[in-house]
């Protein structure tokens, strides 16, 4: 059977936004664009990928009010059972873009589970204390027990996939450590065609002559990104910082903000490269599961000042792509960006784009196809043998 005569269902978390997830799941769908379409909810069921509109699949949570939907953590309870009620036994492999409990779908057992894990769920094993501790005390040992019970359902839907897909070794690791499942690594896909330097003013080194004006953070304005250390650094440094994304964040990173920041919001993607472009540099100051925004900011020719833990350790090189720092201090930051400041002009756009060609879309396609044909073979021959 070739992969394009599969019935394939791709079942998502939940769509009410777009970020990496939702990229990868685009590219999935230029993979299998016949491929039918599950989340648990979505903002409208319907998304659009290279002019073919996809009508999406939705659980009974998409009947539920708007108002209660806006709020995630009151679905916690109801998301196990919400993926497991999608019926899938029509199909002939089942892929889920999981960081949550789209893994949780159950398939007969010759219909093939293939999971692209974009990290196992943190606040069930990363983060798991601070998500109790911030509960009112009173509600404390309600959430503890409401996170085992999850911790618990995590762990066993994770014991129904046929085969794991990591987004990066750090995630290949965390895989093991949680759910006790061995992974292949499959690097999100970077539109390298797309995502390119300008027409830079070089010299015959390729090194960067004239300098943009302001640095960069790029993402959804949520904690876990830590924008509020490099507002907090710029300001101190009187460096012009300059914040791309939305977020239940924004009042408080606007509370810390000068003169030297500027939020622009959301923005469209021809204009999310032209920022890309003119950066400095792009700060990276949270703990990324792989970070696609590092990546895009490479191909564009713009090196990368990141916290060096998790993924930003296999996208980004130190001294060659950028500067990565240990301690999530605000103090390391601010010597990180003083020793970017000493050799600047020493990044050559053309060495900072080549070092992402690795995670270019056909480098992800090609990745998908040949995991999917073993995952297929294997089963294929599991049921012979039976």
Known sequence: MSLGSLKVALVHDELTRRGGAEIVLEELLRLFPEADVYTLYAGKPLMMVDGITYYIRTSFLQRWPLWFRRHPSRLLPLLPHAAEQFDLSAYDLVITSASSFAKSVVTRVNVPHLCYCHCPTRYLWDTTHEAVARQRWLMRGVGAALLHYLRLADFTAA???DAFLANSRYTQQRIKSY????????YPPIDTTYFTPQSPAQGRSGRRESDPSYFLVVGRLTALKNFDQAISVC????????????????????????????FV???CREDLRKYFREARALLQPGREDFGMVAAEALACGTPVIALGHGGAEEVVEHGVTGILYNDPMEESLAEALRQ?????????????Q???LRFSRVHFANTISEQVTKLMGDTRRGMISE
Not at 181 to 186: F, G, N, P
Not at 235 to 262: D, F, I, S
Not at 340 to 352: D, G, N, P, Y
């Open 159 to 161: 014991q129904r996939v």
């Open 179 to 186: 759910y006790r499942r061995s992974s292949t690594v499959a």
């Open 235 to 262: 300001e101190k440094l009187e460096l012009p910082l300059v914040v791309v994304g939305t977020g239940y964040n924004l009042t408080r990173l606007r509370r810390l903000a000068g003169k030297y920041t500027r």
């Open 265 to 267: 919001g959301g923005v």
């Open 340 to 352: 970017f400041l000493l050799k600047e002009s020493s990044f050559s756009r053309e060495v900072l």
């Open 354 to 356: 080549r070092s992402v």
